[in-house]
């Protein structure tokens, strides 16, 4: 059973709500990337999502996106992303999950520069995930049509392939993304980019509760929660929360490197309290 499975059937057990949050890796830096990953730890996270830094993160808004731009600035890559997880693997006690677009997997282990070389095959990166101590992925532009074989190469390598399931699926799509989907299914709370919102639409909870019905996989809520009533009242349908670019901006307030670390602690300390 894939470490993803155990974290949500021990929650299952104590009757509580899986606390997700987002850092994208490489800022404001690497070293600190590996510190943030146990500084959330501390912080009572129950699973970890890590960004791979892309150039182009269509699904992503401002905040993600220029935290990505940071890292890519200061030379992160994924092969890095990797490295500083696997440094940290044996003080980490809840599943990492690594965060994605299709680009940086399907060109990982290529040259930067010089003639193109065979493959476009995930391979190479699934195998490197795995090596890392990663136990899911997510691979937010890989719809289910298109991700049959990264699903397979991934399970074999005992990888959790986490899909998306958006507001204006059809209940038969719905199905499809709950079959394929391993560890949790990830519910896109609106139909647009990352960001936190004042306000969640009034239509999520009863969404979540429709795909409840026909998939008895956990459902974890993800794009726009900010706030802790706002991950209270999620909760109550959903189990689990995930949350990336409020995160994101507590940490940016912080007046030095030392108090990105406590903001961090803060805002997911306050959270999880709140669930």
Same mark, same amino acid.
């Given at each position: ?7 949500? !059937? ?26 943030? $990953?146990? &500084? ?28 990505? #731009?940071?890292?890519?600035? =200061? ?10 997880? @696997?440094?940290? =693997? ?7 999950? &690594?965060? *994605? ?10 040259? #930067? ?10 391979? @190479?990166? /699934? ?14 532009? $890989? ?9 397979? %190469?991934? *399970? ?13 699926? *059809? ?32 239509? $999520? $909870?009863?969404?979540? =509760? ?5 998939? *008895?996989?956990?459902? &974890? ?7 802790? @009533? ?10 689990? %929360? /995930? ?13 030095? =490197?030392? !108090? ?15 669930l």
């Amino acid at each position: 059973m894939n470490a993803i499975d155990l974290r949500f !059937d021990r929650l299952k057990s104590k009757n509580r709500k899986a606390l997700i949050p987002f850092i994208m890796a490489g800022d404001p830096d690497l070293s600190s990337t590996a510190r943030l $990953l146990l &500084c959330l730890q501390d912080a009572q996270a129950d699973l970890i999502e890590v960004g791979i830094p892309f150039s182009d993160p269509l699904a992503d808004g401002p905040v993600i996106q220029q935290a990505s #731009m940071r890292a890519l600035s =200061r030379g992160t890559t994924p092969q890095k992303v990797l490295d500083v997880v @696997a440094s940290v =693997r044996h003080r980490i006690h809840i599943p990492v999950i &690594c965060l *994605s677009y299709w680009n940086p997997i399907i060109q990982f282990g290529r040259p #930067m520069v010089g003639r193109p070389t065979e493959g476009g095959t995930p391979v @190479a990166f /699934i195998r490197a995930a795995q090596r890392s101590g990663i136990s899911g992925l997510i691979v937010v532009d $890989l719809p289910i049509e298109e991700g049959g074989m990264f699903h397979q %190469v991934a *399970s074999a390598h005992e990888l959790a392939t986490i899909f998306l399931a958006a507001p204006t699926s *059809s209940s038969e799509r719905l199905r499809s993304i709950a079959q394929m989907s391993e560890g949790f299914i990830y519910y896109v709370s609106v139909t647009g980019t990352t960001g936190a919102r004042r306000q969640l639409p009034e239509s $999520l $909870l009863s969404g979540v =509760r429709n795909l409840k019905r026909l998939s *008895s996989k956990p459902v &974890c809520v993800g794009f726009g929660v900010s706030t802790a @009533a706002q991950a209270r009242t999620v909760s109550e349908v959903a189990d689990g %929360v /995930i949350v990336g670019s409020a995160l994101l901006q507590a940490m940016g307030q912080a007046r030095n =490197r030392q !108090d990105i670390y406590s903001a961090a602690f803060r805002f997911i300390h306050r959270l999880r309290t709140a669930l």
